[in-house]
């Protein structure tokens, strides 16, 4: 049998960018640049690693997780009011610099603004013949199996937790049975550093070095997703800097998240696969060089390493070679072992029979789908907007079907997905905004492959391939920017604004819609104010000092007065 012709020059043509932050028109720009240098006529999809900071308002800065000096309302506000229009298709996934009040109201995913999808919590769309999955937020083992707890107001840990990645949007993507040819996610999936030249990574972000060594750097969940999806392509950003590495599945390769620390001195590994960062993805000529443009406009001119003093979380548990099964709900105050078990095993001798938990079997591992067939994973993670950094990459995706009488591609639904978020909606109901919530346990793989295979017959008779195509309906829900100073009082009081489009998702495939709110609730809620907070003067001293910490600016109401109204 002959093996199909692939031609690159009618390929799908995407860019991929790293982190946002806030600064589309000068991305839009480089890409335009990059573009004119290749002599392409433009790209069919923008790729945004996260950090996109879809900033409507001064109501929204509020809710970045943010030292208070990197605040800027940026750019975004000028797409979503209409007085600029994006130039190319553009998708990002969140990161943990977000307007997290925004995305949240499309956690299924949605228009931001014309022709700027937000991919949501976790998704799968279609793009001409590319199937791409998206996972959103990163990765805090500590967060990990709790419910989606914060729903505005938001206390000041609300506004760290809320884009920390959860199992159970994880749960879904593992139940992917088909190929998938890229993969995102903001954080880089866990071992991904020693894939690649992760000599010279270091040399270039020497902090890395340890928390690589010690197990605790990178997404454990996207290190998981990664290996069940098998993507072409996996782009991450967050690390600011560019980092190319190759993931193999074949019987020799070995666990994507050894440490070769561990068995080898550092002097004697010889990684067969690793790249120089200036040079393509691999040996083929699948992608061009990245580009680094300076002379591109940029908005902010102020080198931040936002992601990494913030986030250094002190007072949260250390996993140290995290996995995703050591990842507990909570985090036990310091008591020796035998203690705890011995106080607990007394406890629950004490209890009625009727309170005895019964042991569950142990889950039987995941089989490896039989449709997902590639070998080959090339992750790429790239840098921030900035001169001279290496934060943009083309590349034109080779295939068999010339896609170009289908231009300009348009963003379409994935059948197998919609099955998937179908079956969980109506047997796992997503609860939101209730700290007291539980997650129901991961049913075996059996159980969830007979619920998504008796969704997708639904699918198949319910929702027409004219459905598919997303529909490309945005409206504003926010008021737009007035050029107002986001650390003005008026601006603290931030109200909840339902999504239509996530409305319109959920009657297309008939399932309850969590963030539907009445007037009324949205009132009682705001009245009740901000959950205690045990962390705020934490916040609010280093708020006060004015430094790199988790000030969240001055004179604010949110988290100071311990669940008073958020006005005062």
Same mark, same amino acid.
């Given at each position: 049998?002959?093996?199909?012709?692939?031609?690159?020059?009618?390929?799908?043509?995407?860019?991929?960018?790293?982190?946002?932050?806030?600064?589309?028109?000068?991305?839009?720009?480089?890409?335009?640049?990059?573009?004119?240098?290749?002599?392409?006529?433009?790209?069919?999809?923008?790729?945004?690693?996260?950090?996109?900071?879809?900033?409507?308002?001064?109501?929204?800065?509020?809710?970045?997780?943010?030292?208070?000096?990197?605040?800027?309302?940026?750019?975004?506000?000028?797409?979503?009011?209409?007085?600029?229009?994006?130039?190319?298709?553009?998708?990002?996934?969140?990161?943990?610099?977000?307007?997290?009040?925004?995305?949240?109201?499309?956690?299924?995913?949605?228009?931001?603004?014309?022709?700027?999808?937000?991919?949501?919590?976790?998704?799968?769309?279609?793009?001409?013949?590319?199937?791409?999955?998206?996972?959103?937020?990163?990765?805090?083992?500590?967060?990990?199996?709790?419910?989606?707890?914060?729903?505005?107001?938001?206390?000041?840990?609300?506004?760290?937790?809320?884009?920390?990645?959860?199992?159970?949007?994880?749960?879904?993507?593992?139940?992917?049975?088909?190929?998938?040819?890229?993969?995102?996610?903001?954080?880089?999936?866990?071992?991904?550093?020693?894939?690649?030249?992760?000599?010279?990574?270091?040399?270039?972000?020497?902090?890395?070095?340890?928390?690589?060594?010690?197990?605790?750097?990178?997404?454990?969940?996207?290190?998981?997703?990664?290996?069940?999806?098998?993507?072409?392509?996996?782009?991450?950003?967050?690390?600011?800097?560019?980092?190319?590495?190759?993931?193999?599945?074949?019987?020799?390769?070995?666990?994507?998240?050894?440490?070769?620390?561990?068995?080898?001195?550092?002097?004697?590994?010889?990684?067969?696969?690793?790249?120089?960062?200036?040079?393509?993805?691999?040996?083929?000529?699948?992608?061009?060089?990245?580009?680094?443009?300076?002379?591109?406009?940029?908005?902010?001119?102020?080198?931040?390493?936002?992601?990494?003093?913030?986030?250094?979380?002190?007072?949260?548990?250390?996993?140290?070679?995290?996995?995703?099964?050591?990842?507990?709900?909570?985090?036990?105050?310091?008591?020796?072992?035998?203690?705890?078990?011995?106080?607990?095993?007394?406890?629950?001798?004490?209890?009625?029979?009727?309170?005895?938990?019964?042991?569950?079997?142990?889950?039987?591992?995941?089989?490896?789908?039989?449709?997902?067939?590639?070998?080959?994973?090339?992750?790429?993670?790239?840098?921030?907007?900035?001169?001279?950094?290496?934060?943009?990459?083309?590349?034109?995706?080779?295939?068999?079907?010339?896609?170009?009488?289908?231009?300009?591609?348009?963003?379409?639904?994935?059948?197998?997905?919609?099955?998937?978020?179908?079956?969980?909606?109506?047997?796992?109901?997503?609860?939101?905004?209730?700290?007291?919530?539980?997650?129901?346990?991961?049913?075996?793989?059996?159980?969830?492959?007979?619920?998504?295979?008796? +969704?997708?017959?639904? #699918? =198949? *008779?319910?929702?027409?391939?004219? @459905?598919? /195509?997303?529909? $490309?309906?945005?409206? %504003?829900?926010?008021?737009?920017?007035?050029?107002?100073?986001?650390?003005?009082? +008026?601006?603290?009081? #931030? =109200? *909840?604004?339902?999504?239509?489009? @996530?409305? /319109?998702?959920? $009657?297309?495939?008939? %399932?309850?819609?969590?963030?539907?709110?009445?007037?009324?609730?949205?009132?009682?809620?705001?009245?009740?104010?901000?959950?205690?907070?045990?962390?705020?003067?934490?916040?609010?001293?280093?708020?006060?000092?004015?430094?790199?910490?988790?000030?969240?600016?001055?004179?604010?109401?949110?988290?100071?007065?311990?669940?008073?109204?958020?006005?005062?």
């Amino acid at each position: 049998m002959m093996e199909p012709i692939l031609n690159e020059e009618r390929g799908v043509r995407l860019a991929v960018e790293g982190c946002g932050h806030g600064t589309l028109n000068a991305i839009y720009a480089s890409v335009e640049e990059a573009c004119r240098r290749k002599g392409w006529l433009g790209v069919d999809l923008l790729i945004i690693g996260g950090d996109f900071q879809s900033v409507r308002n001064a109501y929204d800065l509020n809710c970045v997780s943010m030292p208070a000096k990197y605040r800027s309302m940026g750019d975004f506000h000028e797409y979503y009011s209409g007085q600029r229009n994006a130039p190319y298709l553009t998708i990002f996934v969140g990161g943990n610099h977000e307007a997290s009040n925004s995305l949240f109201e499309l956690y299924y995913g949605g228009w931001v603004a014309p022709k700027i999808y937000y991919l949501g919590a976790a998704n799968v769309v279609r793009l001409g013949p590319l199937r791409i999955a998206g996972m959103s937020g990163i990765w805090k083992g500590y967060n990990y199996r709790k419910p989606h707890h914060e729903r505005l107001p938001y206390n000041e840990t609300d506004i760290k937790s809320i884009y920390h990645i959860r199992e159970l949007d994880v749960r879904k993507l593992l139940q992917i049975r088909t190929q998938v040819d890229i993969g995102l996610s903001h954080d880089w999936p866990k071992g991904i550093e020693w894939k690649g030249a992760w000599k010279q990574l270091f040399r270039h972000k020497k902090h890395l070095e340890d928390d690589a060594r010690n197990g605790q750097l990178g997404n454990v969940a996207a290190a998981q997703v990664m290996d069940r999806l098998r993507p072409r392509y996996w782009f991450s950003a967050h690390l600011h800097c560019k980092y190319a590495a190759i993931v193999r599945y074949d019987d020799a390769a070995s666990d994507p998240q050894e440490n070769p620390s561990t068995s080898i001195r550092q002097s004697e590994i010889k990684n067969a696969d690793e790249i120089d960062l200036d040079v393509q993805i691999d040996e083929a000529s699948t992608a061009d060089d990245p580009v680094s443009i300076k002379e591109a406009p940029v908005v902010n001119e102020d080198e931040i390493d936002l992601e990494l003093d913030e986030e250094n979380d002190s007072n949260a548990p250390n996993f140290s070679n995290q996995s995703v099964e050591k990842v507990s709900d909570h985090f036990e105050p310091s008591m020796s072992l035998s203690a705890r078990t011995s106080s607990a095993q007394e406890a629950r001798a004490a209890l009625p029979e009727a309170f005895h938990r019964h042991c569950r079997p142990k889950p039987v591992p995941m089989e490896h789908p039989p449709d997902i067939i590639n070998l080959k994973t090339k992750f790429l993670a790239l840098d921030k907007c900035m001169p001279g950094k290496q934060f943009l990459q083309l590349i034109s995706d080779p295939i068999e079907k010339d896609v170009e009488r289908d231009r300009p591609l348009k963003l379409e639904y994935d059948r197998e997905w919609l099955a998937i978020v179908r079956a969980f909606a109506l047997a796992e109901p997503l609860i939101v905004g209730d700290p007291q919530a539980r997650v129901p346990p991961p049913k075996c793989e059996a159980e969830y492959r007979q619920l998504i295979e008796e +969704q997708q017959k639904w #699918i =198949e *008779e319910h929702v027409a391939d004219t @459905t598919l /195509h997303v529909p $490309e309906v945005f409206s %504003i829900t926010a008021p737009v920017y007035d050029g107002g100073n986001w650390n003005l009082p +008026q601006y603290s009081i #931030i =109200e *909840e604004q339902p999504n239509p489009q @996530t409305a /319109h998702f959920c $009657e297309m495939l008939e %399932i309850p819609n969590p963030f539907e709110i009445s007037k009324e609730a949205k009132a009682a809620r705001m009245a009740a104010g901000t959950r205690p907070d045990p962390d705020a003067e934490r916040y609010v001293f280093k708020r006060d000092r004015g430094g790199p910490g988790r000030g969240r600016g001055h004179g604010r109401a949110r988290g100071v007065n311990k669940g008073r109204y958020r006005g005062r």
